[in-house]
């Protein structure tokens, strides 16, 4: 028989337990929203930054209202074999978060991930510049720059402190903020690619590294699923060409449409800045079987997004580096991790299953009929529904 003290105890998170499934269970209109919401419209999206990226476009761009996030995110392949990426999150929903998620994935392609939150009196954000604090964690550049910092005690042993300088221009599509209505979704690609070096920390061993790596920055007013029912989105390297590209697929209510991006730039000029389905066409295959409920949406392997101008770009992503159902990996902040079997439970009633795919990949840059270079890259396929 129950103690009077446990009896007491279990009764007081029973209705707690309760009142979170009963809340969640209507998680579907919360998740996706209302279906009376303006459409994307890519004639009118903002144009009026210029071509040249400010230093204050890579500081803080949320003033903390709610339904407001912001994250600076990098990843780096390193030179021993070894990836690293690691992603500086402030979000502003029930309650306001801080935290930190870490991958790394060793010579020997052994996964490690740590995800750990931070209070308001940890963390400070710069609006003129990137800097990002939390506790001694630390994100700062200026668009050339970077040092990116991990301290290993924050993540049982694992950091870094890496140097990421820019070899192309920082890039956005025209001013990186995708509208629809009042809301949006912002991305600037503050270092498209760019050398690291530095110094990586593994089960409390430092070692020197050397690398290439990526850094962008998004922000945006609205969860991402009240806009966008999944994307794809990769980056790579042909020669001296660095290449991103991206599609986004608006949900229903929003016009249910493929919004393509493409850049292609080298060291000193850009091949193509393209935004939009006047400018680009994409087509897909491979039709990816087995890594998905059979109720997600269907999601391919292969892409090719082609300008105008029959600049092309054909990946081929060969092999999943990474798949994950977000609920199973999500980590919630005390005392809401209590509850995280309910809310599991709850969010797989209601029919929600994101999953996230990162593919190693190669492809074909064609920038004419004599010209085509081969290259590598790594593709990532978010699901949101």
Known sequence: MLSRNRYIKNLFFVPISLSMILIMQSCTRLYLGSDNQEIFDEAIQPDELGDIVQLWEDGARTDDSKNQFEWWYFDAELDDGSLVVAYFYKVHFLKDQFFIGFNYTSPEKEDFFRLKYFKSNEVSFQSDSCLVMMNKNSFAGNLNNYNIVLDPD??????????????????????????????????????????VDGTITVDGKEKKIKGSGYHDHNWGNTPLQKLFKSWTWFRGKAGPYTVILAELNAVESRGGFD?????????????????????????????????????NEPQFSNFLMSSHDNISVKISGNQIIDNIEIFKRMSLPAPLNLFKPAVNFAFRSSGIDPFYTRFASSFVLKIDENIQIDGTGVMEIMDLQ
């Open 154 to 195: 924050d993540f049982d042993g694992f950091g870094f402190s890496l140097n990421l300088q820019s070899l192309v221009g920082p890039y956005r599509p025209q001013d990186g903020i995708i509208q629809a209505g009042d809301d949006y979704f912002a991305w600037l690609a503050a270092v498209p690619n760019g050398n």
């Open 259 to 295: 919004i393509p991006i493409l850049f292609v730039a080298d060291g000193n000029k850009v091949l193509v800045d393209k935004f939009g389905n006047k400018e680009l066409l994409t087509m897909k295959n491979n039709l990816i079987k087995d890594y998905y409920p059979s109720k």
